[in-house]
C-alpha cells in the first residue's frame, strides 16, 4: 500500500524557515514523481512544486521560485522542501502526492497517491 506522510509543518513569522518532508512507503523510490500542493482556507488547493526522479525535473510554481527548494533522499524515502524567506501568504495546508513511473505531472488530478497534509502558518 503506497503511503506519503508529511511532517515538518509549524508556526514561524515572516522571514523564516521550514522544511517539510514527505515520508514514503509502499513503492520502490526510484521511479516516481512527488508534488508539493497547498490549500489556504477558502482558496483552491495549488501546485507548489515537483521533483520528478524518472527524468530528474523539478518545478516550481511562480509564487516560491528563489524561496523554495525540493529535494529527494532516495536512501530514505523521502523528500524534502525547504522553504525559505516565508510570507503570510505561505500559509496553507501543505500535501505531498505522488504519481509513480513519470514527470512532473501538471494537474493534480494526474496524482494518484496523497499524504494527510500539515500546517504552515506564517505570522506577520
Known amino acids: 500500500e503506497v503511503q506519503l506522510v508529511e511532517s515538518g509543518g509549524g508556526l514561524v513569522q515572516t522571514g523564516g524557515s521550514l522544511r517539510l518532508s514527505c515520508a514514503a512507503s509502499?513503492?520502490?523510490?526510484?521511479?516516481?514523481?512527488i508534488g508539493w500542493f497547498r490549500q489556504a482556507p477558502g482558496k483552491e488547493r495549488e501546485g507548489v512544486s515537483c521533483?520528478?526522479?524518472?527524468?530528474?525535473?523539478?518545478y516550481y510554481a511562480d509564487a516560491v521560485k528563489g524561496r523554495f527548494t525540493v529535494s529527494s533522499d532516495n536512501a530514505k524515502n523521502t523528500v524534502y522542501l525547504q522553504m525559505n524567506s516565508l510570507k503570510p501568504e505561505d500559509t496553507a495546508v501543505y500535501y505531498c502526492?505522488?504519481?509513480?513511473?513519470?514527470?512532473?505531472?501538471?494537474?493534480?488530478?494526474?496524482?494518484?497517491?496523497w499524504g494527510q497534509g500539515t500546517q504552515v502558518t506564517v505570522s506577520s
Open positions: 502526492a505522488t504519481v509513480l513511473g513519470r514527470s512532473c505531472p501538471e494537474r493534480s488530478y494526474e496524482y494518484d497517491y
Open positions: 509502499g513503492f520502490t523510490f526510484d521511479d516516481y514523481a
Open positions: 521533483i520528478s526522479n524518472s527524468d530528474g525535473s523539478t
